[in-house]
């Protein structure tokens, strides 16, 4: 049995690290430009993707794919973040009263899917996430910058210009979670880097909100303690 194994997940905008050890597990994140740790053996590692990565050379057959995991219901076409993300939530959440479980995944997409108590897949639902509407902001128009602070602003109709942009988009993302999320039938769990701004945004309303940014690669090492690769 291997003590200690490397996992990276490819995500679209940033590589998602985890350092596995029988006691404990570390994550990190680094860009997409910066150079793999030193103490990352890429023979050894076990990957997913759901981004480019021309810069890394990694062996298929450590790769964790969608229908390598097993859940109910789950199409092999499914996003393998996002069924990660299903096989964590259901390996450590809760559910005392059997609700159905919702992801919101606040990272580049802005991805929520929904579990069955029984861990069926029942969908989901995709949008542009903080960062990337911010930037297509930017990007499409002549003269608005995206703010620099993200931070929510308590005015709901605002003069200042970055605030107003600010405010327009966290409540975009709000308003999406707002409307998929039924807390007498759902469980809310949150994951991604934005997580913790949308989590504490959402805490004014919903007081049981469950936030695990880390939650996908808690799947990973989830899917790798039942697999091939420590046996």
Not at 18 to 47: G, M, Q, R, V
Request: net charge positive.
């Amino acid at each position: 049995m291997i003590s200690n194994i490397n996992l990276l997940l490819v995500g679209n905008s940033r590589f998602h690290w985890a350092e596995y050890t029988p006691k404990k597990c570390k994550y990190f994140h680094t860009s997409k430009d910066s150079k793999i740790p030193k103490n990352i053996d890429t023979n050894n590692l076990i990957w997913a993707s759901v981004g480019n990565f021309s810069n890394l050379n990694l062996k298929k057959e450590n790769e964790v794919k969608t229908k390598d995991i097993n859940l109910l219901n789950l199409p092999d076409y499914f996003g393998v973040d996002r069924a990660l993300a299903c096989l964590a939530v259901l390996e450590t959440i809760k559910n005392p009263f059997k609700k159905n479980l919702l992801i919101a995944d606040c990272g580049t997409i802005l991805s929520l899917t929904k579990l069955s108590a029984k861990g069926a897949l029942i969908g989901g639902q995709l949008a542009p996430g903080f960062l990337t509407q911010l930037k297509a902001i930017e990007k499409y128009t002549k003269n608005l910058k995206a703010p620099k602070k993200y931070e929510m602003p308590d005015q709901e109709f605002i003069f200042n210009t970055e605030d107003a942009i600010l405010k327009g988009v966290l409540n975009s993302i709000i308003g999406l979670i707002n409307l998929s999320f039924n807390p007498s039938k759902d469980i809310l769990i949150t994951c991604g880097g934005d997580s913790e701004l949308i989590t504490n945004i959402l805490k004014n309303k919903y007081k049981e909100i469950i936030n695990k940014p880390n939650l996908v690669m808690k799947g990973m090492i989830s899917h790798l303690q039942s697999s091939k690769f420590l046996h």
